[in-house]
Protein backbone atom coordinates (compact mmCIF):
# COMPACT_ATOMS: atom_id res chain seq x y z
CA UNK A 1 0.00 0.00 0.00
CA UNK A 2 0.87 3.46 -0.68
CA UNK A 3 1.55 5.60 2.91
CA UNK A 4 2.01 8.84 3.30
CA UNK A 5 3.00 10.31 6.96
CA UNK A 6 2.54 14.00 7.34
CA UNK A 7 4.93 14.84 10.27
CA UNK A 8 8.71 13.20 10.83
CA UNK A 9 9.30 13.83 14.00
CA UNK A 10 9.71 10.87 16.67
CA UNK A 11 6.24 9.35 16.12
CA UNK A 12 5.79 10.18 12.23
CA UNK A 13 9.06 9.05 11.91
CA UNK A 14 9.41 6.00 13.93
CA UNK A 15 6.02 4.39 12.06
CA UNK A 16 6.82 5.69 8.63
CA UNK A 17 10.14 3.42 8.86
CA UNK A 18 8.29 0.63 10.33
CA UNK A 19 5.53 0.84 7.73
CA UNK A 20 7.91 0.51 5.30
CA UNK A 21 9.70 -2.02 6.76
CA UNK A 22 6.24 -4.09 6.69
CA UNK A 23 6.79 -4.04 2.90
CA UNK A 24 4.30 -0.33 2.51
CA UNK A 25 5.85 2.29 -0.05
CA UNK A 26 5.98 5.31 2.58
CA UNK A 27 6.60 9.28 1.92
CA UNK A 28 7.11 10.84 5.11
CA UNK A 29 6.51 14.64 4.83
CA UNK A 30 7.83 17.83 6.98
CA UNK A 31 7.79 21.05 7.07
CA UNK A 32 11.48 21.67 8.25
CA UNK A 33 13.44 21.90 5.28
CA UNK A 34 16.82 21.05 7.37
CA UNK A 35 15.04 17.61 8.57
CA UNK A 36 14.33 16.35 5.85
CA UNK A 37 17.36 16.92 4.01
CA UNK A 38 19.21 15.38 6.59
CA UNK A 39 17.10 12.58 6.74
CA UNK A 40 17.70 12.53 2.96
CA UNK A 41 21.45 12.17 3.76
CA UNK A 42 20.98 9.13 6.31
CA UNK A 43 21.25 11.24 9.27
CA UNK A 44 18.36 10.88 12.18
CA UNK A 45 17.27 13.76 14.21
CA UNK A 46 16.35 11.95 17.46
CA UNK A 47 18.19 9.00 19.35
CA UNK A 48 16.19 6.04 19.45
CA UNK A 49 18.02 2.46 18.89
CA UNK A 50 18.03 0.43 15.59
CA UNK A 51 16.22 3.16 13.80
CA UNK A 52 19.38 4.44 12.06
CA UNK A 53 19.45 1.24 10.38
CA UNK A 54 15.91 0.59 9.56
CA UNK A 55 15.74 3.85 7.46
CA UNK A 56 18.82 3.12 6.34
CA UNK A 57 17.70 -0.65 5.12
CA UNK A 58 14.27 1.17 3.87
CA UNK A 59 15.47 3.79 1.74
CA UNK A 60 18.04 1.69 -0.11
CA UNK A 61 15.31 -0.65 -0.97
CA UNK A 62 13.09 2.28 -2.11
CA UNK A 63 10.07 1.88 0.44
CA UNK A 64 11.00 4.71 2.15
CA UNK A 65 11.56 8.38 1.29
CA UNK A 66 11.24 11.93 3.08
CA UNK A 67 10.03 15.25 1.25
CA UNK A 68 8.99 18.67 2.29
CA UNK A 69 6.12 18.71 -0.80
CA UNK A 70 2.65 17.35 0.66
CA UNK A 71 1.33 16.87 -2.52
CA UNK A 72 4.04 14.39 -3.92
CA UNK A 73 3.19 12.46 -0.55
CA UNK A 74 -0.66 12.26 -0.63
CA UNK A 75 -1.19 12.32 -4.22
CA UNK A 76 -2.27 9.02 -5.13
CA UNK A 77 -2.02 7.71 -1.21
CA UNK A 78 -4.36 4.90 0.35
CA UNK A 79 -3.39 5.75 3.89
CA UNK A 80 -2.47 9.65 5.11
CA UNK A 81 -1.44 9.34 8.76
CA UNK A 82 -1.14 12.99 11.06
CA UNK A 83 1.63 12.72 13.03
CA UNK A 84 1.96 16.12 13.35
CA UNK A 85 2.79 17.29 17.36
CA UNK A 86 0.46 18.51 19.93
CA UNK A 87 1.85 20.30 22.50
CA UNK A 88 0.27 21.94 25.96
CA UNK A 89 -1.12 25.14 24.70
CA UNK A 90 0.07 28.18 26.80
CA UNK A 91 -1.80 29.46 29.18
CA UNK A 92 -4.72 26.81 29.56
CA UNK A 93 -2.98 23.52 29.13
CA UNK A 94 -5.49 22.45 26.47
CA UNK A 95 -3.71 20.15 23.61
CA UNK A 96 -2.64 22.89 20.27
CA UNK A 97 -4.65 21.04 17.70
CA UNK A 98 -3.10 23.89 14.87
CA UNK A 99 -0.27 21.80 13.63
CA UNK A 100 -3.00 18.76 12.94
CA UNK A 101 -6.31 21.17 11.42
CA UNK A 102 -3.40 22.53 9.21
CA UNK A 103 -2.72 19.36 7.67
CA UNK A 104 -6.05 18.30 7.34
CA UNK A 105 -6.61 21.31 5.35
CA UNK A 106 -3.30 20.62 3.57
CA UNK A 107 -4.91 17.05 3.09
CA UNK A 108 -8.01 17.90 1.91
CA UNK A 109 -6.71 19.83 -1.48
CA UNK A 110 -4.80 16.44 -2.65
CA UNK A 111 -6.60 13.29 -1.99
CA UNK A 112 -6.92 11.08 -4.81
CA UNK A 113 -9.84 8.71 -4.58
CA UNK A 114 -10.80 7.04 -1.41
CA UNK A 115 -8.52 7.53 1.15
CA UNK A 116 -8.23 6.90 4.84
CA UNK A 117 -6.81 9.71 6.60
CA UNK A 118 -5.37 8.53 9.88
CA UNK A 119 -4.56 10.54 13.63
CA UNK A 120 -1.74 8.90 14.94
CA UNK A 121 -0.83 12.37 17.08
CA UNK A 122 -2.33 11.95 20.17
CA UNK A 123 -5.40 14.39 20.04
CA UNK A 124 -8.54 14.98 22.70
CA UNK A 125 -11.81 13.28 22.37
CA UNK A 126 -14.01 14.98 19.12
CA UNK A 127 -10.85 15.38 17.08
CA UNK A 128 -11.36 13.34 14.68
CA UNK A 129 -15.08 14.56 14.30
CA UNK A 130 -13.49 17.87 13.50
CA UNK A 131 -11.06 16.89 10.75
CA UNK A 132 -13.95 15.13 9.29
CA UNK A 133 -15.61 18.50 9.28
CA UNK A 134 -12.09 20.24 7.64
CA UNK A 135 -12.43 17.88 4.86
CA UNK A 136 -15.61 17.92 4.00
CA UNK A 137 -15.56 21.67 3.68
CA UNK A 138 -12.79 22.05 1.77
CA UNK A 139 -13.54 18.50 -0.17
CA UNK A 140 -17.30 17.76 -0.30
CA UNK A 141 -16.67 15.76 -2.96
CA UNK A 142 -13.91 13.87 -1.48
CA UNK A 143 -14.46 9.99 -0.77
CA UNK A 144 -12.63 9.09 2.61
CA UNK A 145 -12.57 7.93 5.98
CA UNK A 146 -11.07 10.00 9.11
CA UNK A 147 -9.43 6.94 11.52
CA UNK A 148 -8.22 7.70 14.94
CA UNK A 149 -4.71 5.06 15.52
CA UNK A 150 -3.20 6.13 18.67
CA UNK A 151 0.65 5.31 18.55
CA UNK A 152 1.62 3.37 21.90
CA UNK A 153 5.59 3.66 21.42
CA UNK A 154 8.20 4.15 24.20
CA UNK A 155 11.25 6.04 23.20
CA UNK A 156 13.84 4.03 23.53
CA UNK A 157 11.98 1.15 22.47
CA UNK A 158 10.04 2.55 20.03
CA UNK A 159 10.32 0.21 16.86
CA UNK A 160 10.09 -3.14 19.32
CA UNK A 161 6.79 -1.72 20.63
CA UNK A 162 5.58 -0.80 16.80
CA UNK A 163 6.46 -4.34 15.61
CA UNK A 164 5.09 -6.35 18.22
CA UNK A 165 2.84 -4.28 20.20
CA UNK A 166 0.36 -5.29 22.91
CA UNK A 167 -2.85 -4.19 20.44
CA UNK A 168 -3.54 -2.02 17.94
CA UNK A 169 -6.63 -0.02 18.54
CA UNK A 170 -8.68 1.51 15.65
CA UNK A 171 -11.41 3.92 15.58
CA UNK A 172 -13.87 5.37 13.30
CA UNK A 173 -16.80 6.45 12.52
CA UNK A 174 -19.52 6.15 9.14
CA UNK A 175 -21.95 4.21 7.54
CA UNK A 176 -21.28 0.31 7.25
CA UNK A 177 -20.11 0.52 3.72
CA UNK A 178 -17.66 3.15 4.93
CA UNK A 179 -16.17 1.52 7.93
CA UNK A 180 -16.15 -1.93 6.34
CA UNK A 181 -13.68 -0.22 3.66
CA UNK A 182 -11.37 1.35 6.17
CA UNK A 183 -11.31 -2.04 8.39
CA UNK A 184 -9.83 -3.13 5.00
CA UNK A 185 -7.16 -0.84 4.57
CA UNK A 186 -5.97 -0.75 8.07
CA UNK A 187 -6.47 -4.32 8.06
CA UNK A 188 -4.04 -4.54 5.22
CA UNK A 189 -1.25 -1.59 6.71
CA UNK A 190 -1.04 -3.90 10.24
CA UNK A 191 -1.22 -7.09 8.01
CA UNK A 192 1.81 -8.73 9.43
CA UNK A 193 0.78 -8.04 13.02
CA UNK A 194 -3.01 -9.16 12.01
CA UNK A 195 -1.25 -12.65 11.06
CA UNK A 196 0.35 -12.82 14.06
CA UNK A 197 -2.90 -12.56 16.17
CA UNK A 198 -1.81 -8.82 17.35
CA UNK A 199 -5.54 -8.11 18.80
CA UNK A 200 -6.91 -5.50 16.66
CA UNK A 201 -9.42 -3.65 18.96
CA UNK A 202 -12.36 -2.13 16.06
CA UNK A 203 -14.08 1.15 18.27
CA UNK A 204 -15.97 4.51 17.59
CA UNK A 205 -13.44 7.33 17.20
CA UNK A 206 -13.87 8.87 20.51
CA UNK A 207 -13.39 6.17 22.68
CA UNK A 208 -10.24 5.24 20.24
CA UNK A 209 -9.57 8.91 21.12
CA UNK A 210 -9.78 8.34 24.85
CA UNK A 211 -7.99 5.02 25.05
CA UNK A 212 -4.67 6.73 24.13
CA UNK A 213 -5.32 9.30 27.77
CA UNK A 214 -6.68 7.06 29.53
CA UNK A 215 -3.79 4.61 29.09
CA UNK A 216 -1.32 7.03 29.47
CA UNK A 217 -2.77 8.40 32.83
CA UNK A 218 -3.22 5.15 34.23
CA UNK A 219 0.55 4.42 33.91
CA UNK A 220 1.61 8.05 35.52
CA UNK A 221 -0.87 7.05 37.75
CA UNK A 222 1.33 3.76 38.81
CA UNK A 223 4.34 5.62 38.72
CA UNK A 224 3.02 8.24 41.16
CA UNK A 225 1.42 5.76 43.28
CA UNK A 226 4.55 3.88 43.89
CA UNK A 227 6.87 7.27 44.43
CA UNK A 228 4.55 8.01 47.38
CA UNK A 229 4.86 4.77 49.26
CA UNK A 230 8.58 5.45 48.55
CA UNK A 231 7.95 8.99 50.78
CA UNK A 232 5.99 6.46 53.42
CA UNK A 233 8.82 3.55 53.33
CA UNK A 234 11.60 6.03 53.98
CA UNK A 235 9.61 7.13 56.81
CA UNK A 236 8.89 3.94 58.44
CA UNK A 237 11.80 2.26 57.34
CA UNK A 238 10.34 -0.10 54.86
CA UNK A 239 11.80 -1.10 51.23
CA UNK A 240 10.09 0.31 48.62
CA UNK A 241 11.64 -2.15 46.39
CA UNK A 242 9.73 -4.89 47.82
CA UNK A 243 6.53 -3.29 48.06
CA UNK A 244 6.57 -2.70 44.61
CA UNK A 245 7.71 -6.51 44.08
CA UNK A 246 5.10 -7.81 46.43
CA UNK A 247 2.19 -5.43 44.46
CA UNK A 248 3.78 -6.37 41.22
CA UNK A 249 3.26 -10.20 41.99
CA UNK A 250 -0.61 -9.82 41.99
CA UNK A 251 -1.51 -10.50 38.46
CA UNK A 252 -4.40 -7.83 38.78
CA UNK A 253 -1.72 -5.01 39.20
CA UNK A 254 1.59 -6.64 37.52
CA UNK A 255 5.22 -5.48 37.74
CA UNK A 256 5.84 -2.24 35.41
CA UNK A 257 5.71 1.19 36.38
CA UNK A 258 6.35 0.46 39.75
CA UNK A 259 10.11 1.47 40.04
CA UNK A 260 10.46 4.19 42.42
CA UNK A 261 12.02 7.26 41.04
CA UNK A 262 12.61 11.16 40.63
CA UNK A 263 9.40 11.54 39.03
CA UNK A 264 8.08 11.16 35.24
CA UNK A 265 8.69 13.78 32.24
CA UNK A 266 8.72 12.86 28.79
CA UNK A 267 6.90 13.74 25.55
CA UNK A 268 3.75 11.77 26.27
CA UNK A 269 2.87 11.38 30.37
CA UNK A 270 3.48 15.00 31.49
CA UNK A 271 0.97 16.48 28.57
CA UNK A 272 -1.33 14.14 27.95
CA UNK A 273 -2.26 13.96 31.61
CA UNK A 274 -2.68 17.80 31.84
CA UNK A 275 -4.71 17.07 28.44
CA UNK A 276 -7.09 14.60 29.89
CA UNK A 277 -7.64 17.05 32.86
CA UNK A 278 -8.41 20.26 30.82
CA UNK A 279 -10.87 17.53 28.59
CA UNK A 280 -12.75 16.35 31.52
CA UNK A 281 -12.95 19.72 33.16
CA UNK A 282 -14.82 21.29 29.90
CA UNK A 283 -17.16 18.31 30.07
CA UNK A 284 -18.13 18.77 33.59
CA UNK A 285 -16.45 15.38 34.83
CA UNK A 286 -13.55 16.09 36.49
CA UNK A 287 -10.95 13.49 36.93
CA UNK A 288 -9.59 13.98 40.79
CA UNK A 289 -7.10 11.09 40.70
CA UNK A 290 -5.32 12.41 37.30
CA UNK A 291 -5.29 16.02 38.87
CA UNK A 292 -3.96 14.72 42.11
CA UNK A 293 -1.04 12.39 39.77
CA UNK A 294 -0.35 15.92 38.06
CA UNK A 295 0.14 17.68 41.08
CA UNK A 296 2.29 15.07 42.90
CA UNK A 297 4.74 14.41 40.29
CA UNK A 298 5.19 18.02 40.12
CA UNK A 299 5.96 18.41 43.65
CA UNK A 300 8.03 15.34 43.63
CA UNK A 301 10.74 16.48 40.45
CA UNK A 302 11.04 19.79 42.99
CA UNK A 303 11.46 17.61 45.81
CA UNK A 304 14.33 15.33 44.77
CA UNK A 305 16.59 19.28 44.94
CA UNK A 306 15.88 18.84 48.83
CA UNK A 307 16.71 15.33 48.81
CA UNK A 308 20.15 16.13 47.63
CA UNK A 309 20.91 19.06 49.62
CA UNK A 310 20.31 16.99 52.63
CA UNK A 311 22.62 14.32 51.59
CA UNK A 312 25.20 17.06 51.52
CA UNK A 313 24.99 18.20 55.01
CA UNK A 314 22.29 20.54 54.16
CA UNK A 315 24.24 23.00 52.33
CA UNK A 316 25.39 23.10 48.99
CA UNK A 317 27.13 26.52 48.54
CA UNK A 318 30.11 26.17 46.84
CA UNK A 319 29.86 22.61 46.62
CA UNK A 320 30.57 20.76 43.13
CA UNK A 321 27.87 18.33 42.42
CA UNK A 322 28.15 15.77 39.23
CA UNK A 323 24.93 15.00 37.66
CA UNK A 324 24.71 11.77 35.71
CA UNK A 325 21.54 11.42 33.55
CA UNK A 326 19.86 13.87 32.22
CA UNK A 327 17.39 12.85 29.63
CA UNK A 328 14.25 12.07 30.98
CA UNK A 329 14.99 8.45 30.38
CA UNK A 330 17.90 6.44 29.18
CA UNK A 331 17.71 5.41 25.51
CA UNK A 332 16.66 8.70 24.56
CA UNK A 333 17.80 12.40 24.09
CA UNK A 334 14.50 13.28 24.60
CA UNK A 335 15.08 16.10 27.91
CA UNK A 336 10.89 17.69 27.60
CA UNK A 337 10.43 17.63 31.48
CA UNK A 338 12.78 15.66 32.37
CA UNK A 339 13.61 15.74 36.09
CA UNK A 340 16.97 17.66 35.73
CA UNK A 341 15.49 20.31 34.21
CA UNK A 342 13.77 20.80 38.30
CA UNK A 343 17.21 19.73 39.97
CA UNK A 344 19.42 21.56 38.08
CA UNK A 345 18.26 24.75 38.76
CA UNK A 346 17.54 24.34 41.70
CA UNK A 347 21.16 23.05 42.72
CA UNK A 348 22.82 26.20 41.45
CA UNK A 349 20.06 28.45 42.96
CA UNK A 350 21.40 27.41 46.33
CA UNK A 351 25.32 27.26 45.08
CA UNK A 352 25.81 24.83 43.86
CA UNK A 353 28.99 24.25 40.62
CA UNK A 354 27.41 21.58 38.44
CA UNK A 355 28.85 18.86 35.95
CA UNK A 356 27.04 16.95 34.29
CA UNK A 357 27.19 13.81 31.50
CA UNK A 358 24.48 12.36 29.54
CA UNK A 359 25.37 9.58 26.35
CA UNK A 360 22.73 10.92 24.50
CA UNK A 361 20.91 14.44 25.69
CA UNK A 362 24.21 16.54 26.05
CA UNK A 363 23.92 18.80 22.72
CA UNK A 364 20.14 19.10 23.85
CA UNK A 365 20.55 20.07 27.28
CA UNK A 366 23.46 22.49 26.22
CA UNK A 367 20.96 24.81 24.61
CA UNK A 368 18.80 24.53 28.07
CA UNK A 369 21.15 24.93 30.89
CA UNK A 370 23.40 27.79 31.61
CA UNK A 371 26.70 27.62 33.62
CA UNK A 372 27.19 23.74 33.81
CA UNK A 373 30.23 22.34 32.74
CA UNK A 374 29.36 19.60 30.67
CA UNK A 375 31.66 16.27 30.40
CA UNK A 376 33.16 13.78 28.06
CA UNK A 377 32.54 10.92 30.36
CA UNK A 378 31.42 10.02 33.12
CA UNK A 379 34.98 9.82 35.00
CA UNK A 380 35.98 12.98 33.78
CA UNK A 381 33.24 14.87 35.20
CA UNK A 382 33.91 13.23 38.72
CA UNK A 383 37.05 14.46 39.88
CA UNK A 384 37.20 16.71 42.93
CA UNK A 385 33.13 16.53 43.38
CA UNK A 386 31.48 16.70 46.67
CA UNK A 387 28.77 14.31 45.65
CA UNK A 388 26.91 12.60 42.44
CA UNK A 389 23.48 11.85 41.67
CA UNK A 390 22.37 9.73 39.63
CA UNK A 391 18.97 10.90 37.12
CA UNK A 392 18.59 8.91 34.45
CA UNK A 393 19.35 5.01 34.94
CA UNK A 394 21.35 4.16 31.61
CA UNK A 395 22.90 1.41 31.77
CA UNK A 396 26.67 2.46 31.75
CA UNK A 397 25.76 4.24 35.17
CA UNK A 398 24.54 0.72 36.69
CA UNK A 399 28.05 -0.71 36.65
CA UNK A 400 30.81 1.57 37.60
CA UNK A 401 34.02 1.29 38.92
CA UNK A 402 32.92 2.15 42.58
CA UNK A 403 36.85 2.22 43.65
CA UNK A 404 37.82 4.70 41.02
CA UNK A 405 34.71 6.90 41.59
CA UNK A 406 35.66 7.19 45.27
CA UNK A 407 39.28 7.83 44.56
CA UNK A 408 38.19 10.93 42.82
CA UNK A 409 35.74 12.20 44.64
CA UNK A 410 36.41 15.11 47.09
CA UNK A 411 33.92 13.40 49.09
CA UNK A 412 32.27 10.03 48.48
CA UNK A 413 28.60 11.25 48.44
CA UNK A 414 26.27 9.36 46.02
CA UNK A 415 22.65 10.24 45.78
CA UNK A 416 21.24 7.45 43.60
CA UNK A 417 17.61 8.75 42.34
CA UNK A 418 17.26 5.30 40.38
CA UNK A 419 18.01 2.68 42.89
CA UNK A 420 20.40 0.70 40.71
CA UNK A 421 23.12 0.14 43.81
CA UNK A 422 22.40 -2.20 46.96
CA UNK A 423 22.89 0.07 49.69
CA UNK A 424 24.72 -2.26 51.78
CA UNK A 425 27.55 -2.59 49.05
CA UNK A 426 27.60 0.89 49.24
CA UNK A 427 28.08 1.36 52.58
CA UNK A 428 31.13 -1.11 52.93
CA UNK A 429 33.07 0.73 50.09
CA UNK A 430 32.83 3.62 52.26
CA UNK A 431 30.38 5.87 50.57
CA UNK A 432 27.25 8.08 52.15
CA UNK A 433 24.77 6.57 50.05
CA UNK A 434 21.35 7.77 49.62
CA UNK A 435 18.43 6.42 47.74
CA UNK A 436 14.45 6.02 47.28
CA UNK A 437 12.31 4.31 49.20
CA UNK A 438 14.72 1.97 50.96
CA UNK A 439 15.99 2.37 54.27
CA UNK A 440 19.61 3.27 55.60
CA UNK A 441 21.66 0.39 55.88
CA UNK A 442 22.67 1.26 59.32
CA UNK A 443 19.88 2.40 60.34
CA UNK A 444 18.62 -0.96 62.25
CA UNK A 445 14.91 -0.72 60.42
Known sequence: MRVAMIGSGYVGLVSGACFADFGHIVTCVDKDAGKIKALQNGKIPIFEPGLEAL???????????????????????????????TPSRRGDGHADLSYVYAAAEEIAALIEGYTVIVTKSTVPVGTGDEIEKIIKKFRPDAEFSVVSNPEFLREGAAINDFKRPDRVVVGLEGEPDTCARAIDVMRQLYRPLYLNETPMLFTNRRTSELIKYAANAFLATKITFINEMADLCEKVGANVQHVSRGIGLDGRIGPKFLNAGPGYGGSCFPKDTLAIVKTAQDYGAPVTIIEAVEAANKKRKQSMAQKIVAACAGDV??????ILGLAFKPNTDDMRDAPSLEIIPRLQFLGAKIRAYDPEAMDEAAEIFTNVDFCANVYDGLEGVDAVVIVTEWDQFRALDLDRVKRLMRTPTLIDLRNIYRAEEMAARGFSYVSIGRPDPGSGK
Open 55 to 85: VAQNMAEDRLCFTTDTQVAVSGADAVFIAVG
Open 317 to 322: EGKIIA
